[in-house]
């Protein structure tokens, strides 16, 4: 099965064009998919007019039921998170204020509308909380539907009270690559699994 694809939702704080190293950490996960044969996609969140609130449309030009779309379409969702002050960024947060509305959701047999829908976080930072930011994506992920594999966070932190961030790596280290690449290979038999035998409805 080789029509599978994922999406990236990056949640920098910084707009393009400027170099991210939520985006970064993204290709990088996302070339890991490509070479298992997985279609791939990614939006920076905060290039787009995403209203606050937790409905599929907020109107008034809201830009989320764009990107909604586009999650809907995805077998795999990856969430590209990047840590401020120990916590997930607010732009992460809000994506999943606004996932939260598919609580309400279902398929034509009546379950939630994420089911059958595999998530992964990833998380880069220069100080402490990649632990945390992951625990809390996760959790709120699989409230709403999504499901997590086998080790299907992975993260880069840099030295604590130092500047280093990712993107300023001459290359990943050894032990990010492997849990980036475990991670593909763990959502996509996941995704490939749900997609041949789906949850029951009930």
């Known amino acids: 099965m080789t029509d599978l694809t994922v999406l990236a939702l990056v949640?920098?704080?910084?707009?393009?064009?400027?170099?991210?190293?939520?985006?970064?950490?993204?290709?990088?996960?996302?070339?890991?998919?490509?070479?298992?044969?997985?279609g791939t996609s990614s939006i920076r969140v905060v290039d787009h007019n995403i209203k606050r609130g937790v409905l599929t449309d907020?109107?008034?030009?809201?830009?989320?039921?764009?990107?909604?779309?586009?999650v809907l379409a995805a077998d795999v969702v990856l969430l590209s998170i990047p840590i401020w002050l120990g916590h997930p960024s607010s732009v992460a947060q809000q994506v999943l204020e606004r996932l939260d509305a598919e609580l309400s959701e279902t398929d034509e047999q009546?379950?939630?509308?994420?089911?059958?829908?595999?998530?992964?976080?990833?998380?880069?930072?220069?100080?402490?909380?990649?632990?945390?930011?992951?625990?809390?994506?996760?959790?709120?992920?699989?409230?709403?539907?999504?499901?997590?594999?086998?080790?299907?966070?992975?993260?880069w932190v840099g030295e604590a009270m130092h500047t280093v961030d990712f993107k300023d790596l001459d290359q990943v280290p050894d032990a990010v690559?492997?849990?980036?690449?475990?991670?593909a290979r763990n959502?996509?038999?996941?995704?490939?699994?749900?997609?041949?035998?789906?949850?029951?409805a009930e």
């Open 187 to 200: 959502a996509v038999h996941l995704a490939r699994t749900l997609r041949i035998s789906q949850y029951p």
């Open 11 to 38: 949640c920098t704080l910084t707009p393009s064009p400027e170099p991210s190293s939520s985006e970064l950490m993204a290709r990088h996960i996302l070339d890991e998919f490509a070479e298992l044969g997985v």
């Open 58 to 70: 907020m109107g008034n030009g809201d830009e989320w039921p764009a990107i909604r779309a586009s």
């Open 177 to 183: 690559a492997s849990a980036n690449a475990g991670l």
């Open 110 to 155: 009546g379950r939630p509308i994420m089911y059958g829908k595999v998530a992964t976080v990833a998380v880069v930072g220069n100080e402490d909380g990649a632990h945390k930011s992951i625990a809390d994506a996760m959790q709120a992920l699989n409230d709403v539907g999504f499901t997590i594999p086998a080790q299907g966070g992975t993260y």
